[in-house]
């Protein structure tokens, strides 16, 4: 019968763990300078290499190798013995099955005698966080004073749940999960002994899919080596269930669209056609993801077609960071609720619908304004903010600036298309502004920070926000950036028929601005 690449591929000297060269350092020189401990505590994620660590520790402590520095050899008596599974002297118990205080009173029973075969009895734990408390009170006499010739090697994926007694007589080591840089350049290695044809971006694709555990990455791999034939790209994502599908499309085009019920058509249509929700939830959250890291700027590689990269960029620009934020935290908290939920539909439509529809924040944009209570005061807030983030008219409330700067904001939207053309990332500091007013030639945008207010003011971003509202609104101006801070009161250049003016007398506390050191008079 065949064996399992993640068998086959198991580390059997110290320098074939991958990734975790900081437990793997301390434990060799430990050995190579015969002070070992007597307990260990291996703790960390599944598949980081825990277990394997820990067999390669009882291989070093009775390997038979002249030279302790060399140890593990992998291939004196005692190695190979321990490599087949057939070395006496070592004793691997489940807890999660052998959970009682009698299993731990019969090993507390053997452990006094001498080894079989080797220098040490090594005892190996694993998830030892599911032993009841009396076994753990058992096993903590027999860590408190242990045999000389006895090694015990406890693993555990939920160190918290160890008692704080057990854990102080144990030399601890965390597990980390492993990168997917470092899991890829392994994988290579393999596919290379085995003769298997597979893509890079598949191999990446396997890489990530593992999130960190190196053995659920060559379980995957094995997977798609099943069949016998080369892994293309596309074929590892559509085996992996990580291809965009189009209903994942569809539904963040609705997310865009600010329109629930073909949102909610789209995710029943999905479901009754066997999709899996949890597993449809996991793609919308990736695929989230996937535009906000394009939003931000990030360089990472995207596993999606050319097709489906450009649809992407086109929908990343549309939405705002926080409204994008807001989707995926809804969408990733459905993919949870999903493990016991009764109607597989429902947390998927709140979720939709929560995107849509992200509750009213007490800051309404950029500008910080202090509503003071008032039965008297118009419940109506100074701006609002659709999906997208996009500055609309104010409101009723608050007419502010004259007809002017009314007419600017209701060309805003077009004037955002014509800066997007020409430059997106200004275009994505302009949605995070607003639109103050005019005064003379000149246009006050508000920031909500001196980090966003900077970046406006760096590079050519004020230059090109000026061409898109000349090209749009007919009208050259001198933008002037304000930013909002809880510290002092606006300047007195401000007119006081502006937002500032107005939303103060509507009862709030507003900020000072600071004007561009670099602007022209």
């Not at 694993?126 to 076994?135: F, G, K, N, P, Q």
């Not at 535009?291 to 705002?320: I, T, Y």
């Not at 493990?339 to 709140?350: I, M, T, V």
């Amino acid at each position: 019968m065949p064996q399992a690449l993640y068998r086959k591929w198991r580390p059997q000297r110290w320098d074939d763990v991958v990734g975790q060269e900081h437990v793997v350092t301390t434990l060799r020189n430990a050995v190579a300078s015969g002070r070992t401990a007597h307990a260990y505590l291996f703790s960390g994620p599944r598949g980081t290499g825990k277990t394997t660590s820990a067999r390669l520790l009882a291989k070093a402590v009775n390997c038979l190798h002249d030279d302790p520095a060399e140890r593990p050899c992998d291939d004196c008596d005692h190695c190979r013995l321990l490599r087949t599974g057939r070395f006496l002297d070592l004793i691997e118990i489940d807890a999660a099955s052998n959970t009682s205080v009698d299993d731990v009173r019969d090993l507390r029973d053997k452990i006094n005698f001498s080894p079989n075969q080797g220098r040490y009895k090594v005892y190996i734990i694993d998830e030892v966080h599911m032993l009841s408390t009396a076994a753990f009170n058992a096993l903590l006499k027999t860590l408190e004073e242990p045999p000389p010739h006895a090694v015990f090697i406890l693993a555990t994926t939920e160190v918290h749940k160890i008692p704080a007694t057990v854990a102080s007589r144990c030399q601890k080591h965390e597990f980390r999960r492993i990168g997917a840089f470092e899991i890829a350049g392994h994988l290579d290695k393999i596919v290379a002994a085995e003769g298997i044809e597979i893509e890079p971006e598949a191999l990446q694709l396997i890489a990530r899919q593992a999130t960190g555990a190196m053995r659920d990455a060559i379980s995957l791999l094995d997977q798609l080596a099943s069949g016998g034939e080369a892994i293309t790209h596309a074929r590892a994502q559509d085996i992996l269930g990580t291809a965009t599908s189009q209903a994942v499309l569809e539904l963040v085009e609705a997310l865009v669209a600010g329109e629930p019920g073909g949102g909610l058509d789209l995710i029943h249509r999905a479901l009754d056609a066997g999709t899996d929700p949890r597993q449809f939830a996991r793609q919308v959250v990736e695929y989230l993801r996937d535009l906000l890291l394009l939003r931000m700027g990030s360089k990472l590689p995207l596993d999606a077609s050319k097709e489906v990269r450009s649809r992407m960029a086109a929908q990343a620009g549309e939405f705002a960071v926080p409204a994008l934020l807001h989707a995926i935290q809804a969408f990733n908290a459905a993919a949870g609720e999903l493990r016991s939920s009764w109607q597989p539909a429902l947390p998927l439509e709140l979720a939709l619908v929560e995107a849509i529809n992200p509750p009213a924040a007490p800051v309404e944009g950029p500008i910080q304004v202090e509503k003071k209570v008032s039965r008297e005061a118009d419940p109506e807030p100074v701006r609002k903010r659709d999906l997208k983030g996009l500055p609309e008219a104010p409101a009723k409330a608050a007419p502010v600036g004259g007809a002017e700067i009314d007419q600017l904001r209701a060309h805003w939207k077009e004037i955002r298309v014509a800066v997007r053309r020409l430059n997106s990332a200004t275009d994505g500091l302009l949605n995070s502004s607003a639109v103050l007013e005019i005064r003379g030639s000149e246009l006050f945008l508000g920031f909500a920070s001196e980090t966003v207010k900077g970046i406006m003011e760096s590079e050519n971003h004020i230059d090109f926000a000026q061409r898109g509202i000349e090209q749009v609104f007919g009208r050259k101006l001198a933008i002037r950036c304000v930013i909002a801070s809880d510290a002092a009161d606006i300047p007195d250049d401000l007119t006081s028929d502006g937002m500032v003016a107005t939303a103060m007398r509507l009862g709030g506390k507003i900020v000072h601005s600071r004007e561009r050191k670099d602007r022209k008079n």
